[in-house]
């Protein structure tokens, strides 16, 4: 990566932590979609490394600044975003971003918040409430609307963005990605 690679990186990142501490008040539906936007803005903005960089450290940055109750979860989450950065990868970024690849766009959008939102619930609704900790039924319910439900809607809302404002991103010389 290079140092116009590990700036970019460091804004996003600094990017994130703000919607995490800014959009904290206004509940996880907003602040999920602003980290989704970020983490698929990183694919086109950067490349996937930093996008897989920047899901790794999210839920971290999210624990640390009390978004996340259960640390526990942080692997499940860690990987729930990779699920969302990759699908993007390969339907989209290896496509190239172009009004003509809307239907890539879509595919990605509608897939990567699907499998997303699939993957948390199993993992953390089923297996770690209700299996694992054995929680209340009430509380599995929470647990699954949280990690399934609103996972899936803020990964949309997050994609819809993505794919409304990067064209534009593009198209400003600093934000560019490197030619290869």
Known sequence: MNTRNIAKTGVLLALL???QVALKPAGQLFVGSGVNLVLIASVYLVNTSSAVLLAILSPITATI??????PAFIPFIIVGNLILVLIWHFLVKQFGNTAEKIGQKVI?????AGVKAVF????IAVLMAKVILKAPAPKQQLIGTMMGTMQFIAAIIGGILA???MPALL???ALAPDKK
């Open 17 to 19: 932590i703000v919607i």
């Open 65 to 70: 600044l009390g978004q996340n109750a259960f």
């Open 108 to 112: 990605a959008l509608i897939l990567g």
């Open 120 to 123: 948390m619930y199993l993992a």
């Open 163 to 165: 794919i409304l404002i």
């Open 171 to 173: 198209k400003i010389p």
